[in-house]
């Protein structure tokens, strides 16, 4: 059955073989990892980015711990050259099977593409006013192209956008209230309270 990648969120990946009876390791996206396990429906990417991404539909039979980590054997496979073939390649599931948040909670992939404005304008005269939004969000910094991980808090890494302040690169860390001060999914925009200067 083909699927529409939009339809889809990746979740984790296969990554190697393991062992010589078709098992290959997981490396789960998930936090806790062992969450990569919760779900009706997984697919697979076609291995073909770049050309018009392929997913098809994936089983497991059976999915264990190893070490710090994950393995599977795969619905059908018992091959260690036949499990080969399923490495490197994604793992996903349907949006649809996502579960509900909470109110200040956000899926990263909801993120992606906003853009940042800070309140923490120091001296507004060094800021130019065309760049300070007019309806009050501040001074756009850039969009978020990705989220990082980095232990003691996530990290918005912001890019310059159209309109933005300059072409600086910011990494801003993801504490709500005290950084993060308004986030509007809809309206597709994060105020944080970041010097514009950093």
């Avoid at 599977?72 to 390649?89: H, N, P």
């Avoid at 899926?107 to 906003?114: A, K």
Wanted: glycine share 10%.
């Amino acid at each position: 059955m083909m699927v529409d990648s939009s339809e889809l969120v990746v979740i984790g990946k296969i990554t190697a073989v393991y062992g010589v009876k078709g098992w290959v390791k997981v490396h789960s996206f998930t936090d806790p990892m062992e969450n990569i396990l919760g779900y009706q429906s997984y697919y697979l990417s076609g291995g073909n980015k770049g050309t018009g991404e392929s997913w098809q539909s994936l089983s497991f039979d059976e999915v264990k711990y190893h070490g710090k980590g994950l393995v599977a054997l795969i619905e059908g496979v018992s091959d260690r050259e036949v499990a080969r073939g399923y490495c490197q390649r994604d793992i996903a599931i349907p949006i649809s099977e996502m579960p509900e948040l909470d109110t200040d909670d956000f899926y990263w992939r909801d993120l992606i593409g906003l853009k940042v404005f800070s309140v923490n304008i120091a001296d507004e005269h060094d800021a130019d006013t065309e760049q300070i939004d007019p309806v009050g969000h501040g001074v756009l910094l850039g969009a978020v192209h990705q989220m990082m991980e980095t232990g003691a808090n996530d990290v918005l890494a912001v890019k310059q956008c159209d309109g933005s302040i300059d072409d600086q690169e910011r990494l801003i860390p993801w504490l709500p209230d005290q950084v993060v001060k308004h986030v509007d999914i809809e309206a597709g925009f994060i105020q944080v309270d970041w010097p514009v200067d950093f």
